[in-house]
């Protein structure tokens, strides 16, 4: 929303008055508004084609059309636009009505208040609509964008969704050009890249689905197009998660590289190849002699390749495969290229190897051109695997334990033994029609990638939940190790139903968890008192541990506190068959005492006989030592309660005392026949009252804030010798008409400045100095500092009545007082001790006294000294003060403040004056009051109103205004308070009850 640009508001409205009001309280807000009003319907809609309006007001009811008219016709012709309903006469039902027909807001004629504040808001939705408006179209060109770069890429683009079913949601049109399948033919058939790649890698694809990490590796396969013609295609594939972390989706780009495959098999046979490969090639001459060898024949054989060319091959074959080696040459010299097969050959040292061969003829050559490799090694492990695998199957079927041959390829059951059919209720015929996901209660991608897993590992042990053919689900323990039968691999599983054993784990578990987490302690030993067993609580409660008390007798945590006698019934009672119950005094590791609560139980066999004791002990130490602490929290509870009601007593003593001073006086000044000088007496009383009232609300509040944790440090440099000099200076008067003399005894060097929350040390000196005032009738008060370990140490001395010993560290305590009786000699509220200690210790330094009874006080306080040069004073206490003006007693001053009383107290003080004033009743209008008013030269602000307190109408009138002098006007006159006020914004403050030369004076500083 563009705050710079006029607002256009379109109203339709039958009344100018009521129209009037509107537009007066939407310019509180929005100065700057221009109104179109019309109260007929054709009007309005002219309105909205001409006008470009920001906003449209309706009136509900009108002669010619109603609000909810003219909201459908904005609606239509200019649905952005928000629309608000302003009326007199409508109730909630049309008031619904009206919102749900699309209206922003509605505002009731009685509140028009609330008016600036739904333009507002209404304005705000409608940026927010806009702003909704412009990121679609964006987003909607982006997508545009890339739909046009994948439609005319070469290469294919795809989309695969693989939860909750397997399909293909996107595939661009190269797919035609690369594969011959149309992108309609993905979308149509889910199964279609699995259809088509070579066998030979479809493992390789459905690998990839089963593991995150081969998912995101490039992937090159080869696949078949629709023409028949083999083809090799590279993807990269971006895998898609859900929240759970499970693959559901993929998306990736594939591309043509068979030309690149190509070249690298058309790479021809080199000499290096031919020399060095471990396989063995040669040339044989339809003659029946080799012409050609490569060194592999030597290494293999150890026939030198001259005594392996010198006589015809087949003497070299073993007598058992002559013939057929005989019939394959003839074959291929009859014109069959290529033929595979396995013969043995004779070694040098009359061994025998298997070889395994691959020839291909070229009759119009006579030669045979042909490879083989030594395969002894494997046709020994084929012939081992015959014979282990018939061992497998008979064991397999005839074993007790439920066994189970899968296919992890496609989890499919290939073989169940007898011991599978009576575990699980299915016969075997439908058993091996079944899928391992049919038992497996798990997800169908958890129970595929398992067996996956289980292919690259020697042996997998896991305990699932299977389920039976009446449905029933048990745990099952799962043994699976993969096995190769026919060349192909299986997963072989041996099932154990241990449903009964996770029933009574759970049972040992809640049992053993009972014990271990048990309260008490417990100890359990055979008949002999050796120990056998404790919990973790009997280490925690005694010090010793399981292994330093095992084979130990129970006896280490005897106190010797009870007698022999004791232990001998205990004994007696047990050895009996029956429980001991009863209190122990026991000894812990460290050799302290505790009480114990024991139950000591035998357990006996089946035979009757006792074989173990159980010992349950409780700690009771608290429990015994609880009479005890209830009678001393008795005590000082009663000492608690008889200090505050001293306290409270005192309290209202130092409030009705001052207070009966102002009533009683100012009933006195009500009479009419008081001369001069006798007024002048009393109000003197009524204002002494006053200053004791308040200095007695202070002190309660401040300390209660203090109590509440509401007090925060603010540190500052300042001068301490100017400090000293200048309470010394206005505490002289009160000390010399007491007759006392009053002194500085200063010991750091002048001009010394310190950083410290001078507020706070204010507050303690004055408390302290105070009352020194109050118990010194004759003698003196001194008020000194020096520094010491970098400490500064500062006093205040008297000559007055001094304090009891006894009492030095009770007087800073919140209810207890120097005095404690009602007949006290002094007024006063007590608490000025217990600011002065909560203030040191926020300063974090200490108070002490040194005091006798009749010889006068001295009380301490240190704080960390923390040393400030006076180059950096006088740049720290640099300020800002801003210049008044001429004096101008005709000046314009506002008045923010929500008490009548206090307002006419200040309108009489000023008018005397001759000040023109403006009253502003919350921090609102004081804001529209100084922004529609550039002539007022002072804001009195109150600081607690309605609405908008004096803080926030500071904070608001500064952003616009930074020069006009804002003087705080505050009850909260307490040490932090006047440091928020100080960081607020405003230029000064007075303090509640105002005086009138406080006033005037602070007036007069800026205007």
Not at 961 to 977: E, G, L, S, V, Y
């Amino acid at each position: 929303m563009d705050i710079t640009k006029a607002l256009r508001i379109l109203y339709a409205e039958d009344s100018p008055d009521d129209a009037e009001l509107v537009k007066r309280e939407i310019r509180k807000s929005f100065p700057e508004t221009i109104f179109k009003l019309v109260d007929t319907r054709d009007n309005f809609i002219q309105a909205l084609h001409t006008f470009q309006a920001d906003l449209v007001l309706s009136d509900y009811s009108m002669p010619s059309f109603n609000g909810l008219e003219a909201l459908k016709i904005s609606l239509e012709l200019q649905p952005d636009l928000p629309v608000l309903i302003v009326t007199g006469s409508i109730n909630e039902e049309t008031a619904v009505d009206c919102l749900k027909a699309g209206a922003t807001d509605y505002v009731l004629k009685e509140s028009l208040k609330r008016l600036g504040q739904s333009v507002r808001q209404a304005l705000e939705q409608k940026e927010l609509k806009t702003q909704r408006r412009v990121a679609l179209q964006l987003q909607q060109a982006s997508e545009e964008r890339f739909r046009r770069l994948a439609e005319n890429a070469q290469d294919m683009i795809y989309r695969f969704e693989l939860f909750p079913r397997r399909k293909c949601t996107y595939m661009s049109p190269a797919s035609l050009k690369i594969t011959g399948y149309a992108p309609e033919e993905y979308y149509a058939d889910p199964d279609l890249v699995f259809n088509y790649v070579h066998p030979d890698d479809r493992g390789l694809l459905e690998q990839m689905l089963l593991d995150d990490a081969s998912v995101r590796q490039s992937l090159t396969l080869r696949y078949f197009r629709k023409d028949g013609e083999l083809i090799w295609k590279e993807q990269r594939n971006i895998p898609i998660f859900n929240d759970d972390g499970e693959l559901v989706a993929l998306e990736g780009i594939a591309r043509d590289v068979t030309g690149q495959k190509l070249a690298e098999e058309k790479l021809l046979l080199s000499d290096r190849v031919f020399n060095f490969t471990t396989d063995m090639f040669c040339i044989a001459g339809f003659d029946g002699f080799f012409k050609v060898l490569n060194p592999a024949w030597e290494r293999t054989l150890g026939w030198s390749r001259e005594e392996l060319m010198n006589k015809p091959f087949v003497e070299y074959v073993h007598p058992d495969d002559r013939n057929n080696t005989k019939e394959i040459s003839e074959k291929m010299i009859a014109g069959e290229k290529v033929i595979r097969f396995d013969n043995r050959y004779f070694c040098e040292d009359g061994s025998v190897k298997w070889l395994s061969w691959s020839a291909h003829s070229i009759p119009e050559e006579r030669i045979i051109i042909a490879t083989c490799r030594d395969v002894t090694d494997h046709m020994q492990t084929l012939e081992e695997l015959r014979e282990s695998e018939e061992k497998f199957r008979t064991l397999f079927h005839n074993h007790s334990a439920a066994k189970m041959m899968i296919d992890p390829e496609n989890g499919n059951i290939v073989e169940v033994n007898q011991a599978t059919c009576e575990l699980y209720g299915w016969p075997e015929s439908e058993f091996v029609n079944m899928n391992v996901n049919d038992i497996d209660i798990s997800p169908v991608h958890a129970v595929m990638k398992r067996l996956q897993q289980i292919l690259d590992k020697d042996y997998v042990n896991k305990e699932l939940k299977h389920q039976k053919a009446d449905g029933t689900v048990f745990d099952v323990e799962l043994f699976s190790s993969p096995v190769r039968i026919g060349g192909k691999s299986f997963l072989h599983s041996i099932v154990h139903d241990i449903s009964e054993k996770k029933m009574h784990e759970r049972q040992l578990r809640l049992l053993n968890r009972a014990v271990e987490q048990s309260p008490v302690t417990l100890m359990i030993t055979d008949t002999g008192g050796r120990i056998e067993y404790v919990n973790p609580t009997f280490t925690r409660v005694t010090g010793y541990t399981f292994e330093e008390v095992k084979g130990r007798n129970p006896r280490i945590l005897n106190s010797g506190h009870h007698s022999t006698q004791f232990h001998k019934v205990i004994w007696e009672t047990i050895l009996a068959g029956e429980d001991w119950v009863g209190e122990l005094r026991n000894k812990k590791k460290d050799g302290s005492m505790y009480w114990v609560d024991a139950t000591i139980s035998p357990i006996v066999n089946s035979q009757g006989e006792i074989t173990h004791f159980v010992t349950v002990r409780e700690d009771i130490t608290e429990k015994k030592n609880l009479v005890e602490d209830l009678i001393l929290a008795k005590e000082k509870a009663e000492e608690s309660d008889r200090l505050k009601s001293s306290f409270l007593a005192n309290m209202s003593h130092e409030i009705r005392t001052p207070m009966n001073g102002i009533i009683g006086f100012l009933e006195l000044l009500q009479q009419t026949d008081l001369d001069a000088a006798v007024r002048e007496e009393f109000l003197q009383v009524v204002r002494s009252s006053s200053d004791r009232l308040m200095t007695t609300l202070n002190d309660i509040i401040e300390i209660s804030k203090i109590e509440a944790g509401h007090v925060d440090l603010n540190e500052s440099v300042f001068d301490i010798s100017n400090m000293l000099n200048y309470f010394c200076d206005f505490f002289r008067p009160e000390a010399e008409q007491k007759g006392l003399s009053i002194s500085v005894d200063n010991r750091l060097p002048g001009g010394l400045s310190i950083k410290a929350d001078k507020n706070k040390l204010e507050s303690i000196l004055t408390n302290l100095i105070k009352n020194a005032l109050k118990f010194t009738t004759k003698g003196f008060i001194e008020i000194g500092v020096r520094e010491e370990e970098q400490q500064l140490i500062f006093h205040v001395s008297d000559s007055g009545s001094g304090i009891a010993a006894d009492r030095h560290e009770l007087i800073f305590d919140r209810f207890t007082q120097a005095e404690q009786n009602l007949a006290r000699a002094y007024e006063g509220s007590g608490l000025g001790l217990s600011i002065c200690k909560a203030y040191t210790d926020m300063l974090n330094g200490r108070i002490w006294l040194e005091s006798k009874e009749g010889k006068g006080s001295t009380f301490y306080f240190l704080i960390p000294a923390k040393i400030q040069s006076a180059e950096n004073e006088n740049i720290r206490q640099q300020t800002g003060e801003p210049v008044p003006a001429a004096a101008n007693d005709d000046a314009l001053i506002l008045i923010a403040e929500d008490d009548e009383a206090s307002y006419y107290y200040l309108e009489v003080v000023l008018l005397r004056k001759n000040y023109r004033l403006l009253h502003a009743v919350n921090g609102a209008d004081a804001v529209e009051f100084v922004r529609q008013n550039p002539g007022i030269q002072l804001v009195l602000m109150d600081i607690k109103m309605p609405e908008m307190d004096g803080y926030e109408a500071t904070r608001q009138i500064r952003q616009f205004n930074q020069q006009i002098p804002i003087i705080a006007q505050t009850a909260f006159a307490m040490t932090d308070d006047i440091e928020r006020i100080q960081h607020a914004g405003f230029t000064d403050y007075v303090t509640k009850p105002i005086q009138v030369p406080d006033l005037l004076s602070i007036i007069k500083k800026f205007i």
